[in-house]
């Protein structure tokens, strides 16, 4: 039944994915709630990007007709998106082609620009090299740096004044993209990054607040508990811990531990009780903080609620990190989440009208748009429901890359 539903959620995800290619457009749009692209955002570079990303994972399950899709992607990265003026990516462009006129060179965007690239050499598209290339040379120039062991926060679009903040999601992605990056080249330098950022982000940071994630922090790396404090609703950047992040990180430090002791290099002596670490506080901030099935969208560092909405990217991260974590630990309570998780998704995300899984519920699990007032993409319950088919390695790309079953 389990496996059943997975394969239903499979297709239900990308058939309702596949709605987003506007030929008017040139890409993937950012879908509404009726599964309709909102053609006045344009194009928007991180929803390309995670498209390119989930019809690829789709290609290495073993479902051909989803390659079609992914070159649709990589082309709109490789033309539209890019900056060919000035180097890297823009934030999006109009419905008519001009670059977003307020927006800057984010390492978030770019992160995922690296997690398409990995995707194309993964399902060996003609244009993955081209990609990769480019984002490696944009990351390496602009990005990384090797004295914090962590990226920069965003520049202006002629790379000239980089943002004075850090952020730990844009590091989280990045974190994620490596490990996809290492998957499909095996170049060290990407598994490297990986485990600079998280020994920052984890190993200093979220074991010092008691596992809970500091989101934002200042160019010194001095966490910054107040900041954006008027803007608690802030989809990318809220006031407060998430919740959600601490199952996202959890997930990533057993894929990075792995990947370290897949080149006999032995994970650091924190990574697996830290996952464990992360996950139980996640649960234990987030679930059921009103009384009905559901995580909260951020907490105080006081672990007071700060946002109640139940928003469904982070009952996947929960349900992936459950996933993973139930792999490496088997016979313990993961196993018991999993099957909560799926129960909750198939209740209460799972959208029976239009399509997909609804992104935004209230705190008794009625479709809301406080913060998301659509569904701009379906990236976190794809991986959800294709991490049950493998042992998942350093990516999901690789584990299904390197795996015979198909869906």
């Known amino acids: 039944m389990k496996d059943r539903w997975c394969e239903d959620q499979r297709k239900n995800l990308i058939e309702f994915g596949q709605r987003g290619y506007d030929s008017t457009l040139g890409g993937f749009g950012r879908l509404q709630s009726d599964g309709k692209v909102d053609r006045e955002r344009g194009l928007e570079t991180w929803v390309n990007c995670r498209a390119v990303y989930c019809f690829a994972l789709d290609v290495l399950a073993g479902n051909d007709d989803s390659m079609e899709f992914v070159e649709i992607g990589a082309e709109c990265l490789i033309g539209l998106l890019r900056d ?6 823009f934030t999006g462009v109009s419905a008519s082609g001009e670059p977003h006129t307020q927006g800057r060179k984010e390492a978030y965007t770019h992160a995922f620009v690296l997690l398409a690239a990995s995707s194309l050499l993964a399902v060996g598209s003609s244009r993955a090299q081209d990609l990769f290339d ?4 944009v990351l390496s120039r602009h990005f990384w740096q090797d004295q914090e062991q962590a990226t920069l926060e965003s520049w202006d679009r002629t790379w000239t004044t980089p943002e004075n903040y850090r952020g730990a999601n844009s590091n989280m992605h990045l974190t994620e993209a490596c490990l996809a990056a290492f998957d499909v080249t095996r170049d060290m330098i990407w598994l490297h990054r990986a485990d600079g950022i998280t020994s920052r982000i984890v190993g200093t940071y979220a074991q010092s607040t008691g596992w809970r994630i500091p989101e934002h922090f200042k160019e010194t790396w001095e966490v910054d508990f107040e900041y954006n404090a008027d803007f608690p609703n802030h989809p990318f950047r809220p006031y407060g811990s998430t919740p ?12 990075l531990s792995r990947s370290l002791r897949s080149q006999g290099i032995g994970h650091r002596e924190w990574h697996l009780s830290a996952a464990e670490d992360l996950f ?14 559901g995580f909260a969208y951020t907490v105080g560092f006081d672990g007071k609620v700060l946002n109640s909405s139940h928003l469904s990217w982070v009952a996947c991260e929960a349900l992936s990190a459950a996933i993973v974590l139930d792999q490496e630990f088997p016979g313990s309570c993961y196993a018991e989440w999993v099957v909560r998780l799926q129960k909750y998704a198939a209740s209460y995300l799972v959208d029976p009208r239009f399509g997909g899984w609804y992104t935004e519920l209230d705190s008794l699990n009625n479709p809301s748009s406080l913060i998301w007032g659509d569904k701009p993409d379906f990236y976190h319950p794809f991986q959800a429901v294709l991490l049950p088919r493998v042992v998942v390695g350093p990516s999901l790309l690789g584990s299904l890359l390197n795996t015979e079953d198909e869906l």
């Open 84 to 89: 060919v003026e000035n180097g890297g990516w």
């Open 134 to 137: 480019s984002i490696n040379d």
């Open 244 to 255: 959600g992040h601490g199952f996202e990180w959890a997930r990533l430090v057993i894929q």
């Open 280 to 293: 139980r506080k996640a649960v234990s901030d987030g679930w059921m903080r009103d009384g009905a099935p």
